[in-house]
């Protein structure tokens, strides 16, 4: 049996009319640009999202970027990310000239170390970036405490979380401002680059609609310096057509996390993900841990077993933020998670058949070393 990581022609089989109409509708007006769909899209998420605004940007990148710049973030000011996450979060900071400062792990959620952040501030600390890694959403009231305490702006990221809910309240409906990403094999995947961002303020949506157009809120009219970030109207037509079944699609990766939870528990030195309550974690990704991750990686992928590492590094020790100052041992709950994590395959189509046969080269593993 083969068993790919992510499985996109599965859903897209599933769900090919609805698409193919949604796409059709805009080739026949052959509005491309910032076209209705993109406009109804937005709207649409922001219903979703339980937030009044949303905007389209090109991908989850730029929504960082923008957000950072709408928040009036620029150079001489820092944001707090957390070391473990994709370079994306910190690499949005850094386009706004802004200096990302990372902020360890909690070993057992992955996520940004909330005992530590108040650590890690300093008078230059403008803006924290709580990520909802894997699709967990982190407990956001204790950091909105934080950051009210220390008039901190927040920005989600929650490109991993659409539609991941704590207390009845979606991921993005928190910050003052949230970035998404649709990259095709979120959650919410678009059939390319696209991305969000959400807020409830309303000169913050201004804000963020020019910087995404060249900084113009209405054409040939350019008071600030922006950038060509727009949401592709065909992108958006797709979301579109996808959006109504993303509840479905979370509800089918939280039941294939629990079943690889009863296959997989007590094998070898494997960590398993934590199971919280259904729909604080929505599963865009299955990840265990091991300290033989490497050679089990090698013997899945020998036997058809797709696997990926989210992440080989963690923020500080990339070439990339070597002018950070940040030496190994820096942050060391990170440090580790990057040496053990490995992702298991997860898609909402995945099939009992598949999920145990994954389990089962696991096991094989563990029982033949």
């Known amino acids: 049996m083969n068993v790919p990581f992510v499985d996109l022609r599965a859903q897209y089989r599933s769900i090919r009319n609805e698409v193919l109409a949604n796409i059709q509708q805009v080739l026949e007006k052959c509005n491309f640009v910032l076209g209705e769909e993109v406009r109804q899209f937005e ?24 957000a950072v710049r709408a928040a009036g973030i620029g150079p001489g000011d820092e944001c707090l990310v957390p070391a473990n996450t994709f370079i994306a979060t910190a690499l949005g900071v850094s386009y ?27 008078p230059k600390t403008k803006a924290v970036i709580p990520v909802h890694l894997y699709g967990r959403i982190m407990d956001m009231e204790p950091l909105l405490e934080l950051a009210r305490k220390h008039n901190l702006v927040v920005i989600e990221d929650a490109a991993q979380a659409h539609g991941a ?8 409906s928190f910050g003052t401002l949230a970035c998404f990403s649709f990259y095709p094999g979120k959650n919410l995947g678009a059939y390319g680059d696209a991305g969000l961002v959400a807020t409830n303020d309303p000169d913050l949506k201004a804000r963020v609609e020019a910087l995404r157009n060249y900084g113009s809120p209405q054409k040939y009219h350019h008071p600030i310096i922006g950038f ?17 079944h993303i509840d479905a699609y979370n509800a089918a990766r939280y039941e294939s996390a629990v079943k690889y939870d009863r296959m997989l528990e007590g094998i070898g030195d494997l960590v398993l993900p934590q199971i919280p309550a259904r729909r604080s974690h929505i599963f865009h990704l299955y990840v265990i841990r091991t300290k033989r991750r490497d050679a089990l990686q090698q013997y899945l992928g020998r036997e058809e077993v797709g696997t990926l590492i989210h992440y080989p ?10 002018h950070l100052g940040y030496k ?12 053990e994590v490995l992702s298991l395959p997860m898609f909402p189509e995945i099939t009992d058949e598949q999920l145990g046969f994954v389990a089962e080269k696991i096991r094989e593993f563990f029982k033949g070393r």
Do not use: W
């Open 313 to 322: 590094k963690p923020i500080h020790l990339h070439g990339a933020y070597e």
């Open 96 to 122: 706004a000239g802004a200096r990302p400062v990372p902020v360890d792990a909690d070993a057992r959620t992955f996520l940004m170390d909330l005992a530590k952040l108040e650590k890690a501030l300093t």
């Open 43 to 66: 709207e649409e998420f922001a219903a979703y999202c339980g937030v009044r605004f949303a905007i389209g940007v090109a991908n989850g990148t730029d929504a960082i970027h923008l």
């Open 165 to 172: 809910a704590i207390r009845d309240r979606k991921a993005g």
């Open 328 to 339: 190994e041992g820096a942050f060391p709950a990170a440090e580790q998670l990057s040496k």
């Open 228 to 244: 060509n970030s727009r949401l592709d109207t065909l992108q958006a037509a797709v979301l579109r057509a996808k959006l109504p």
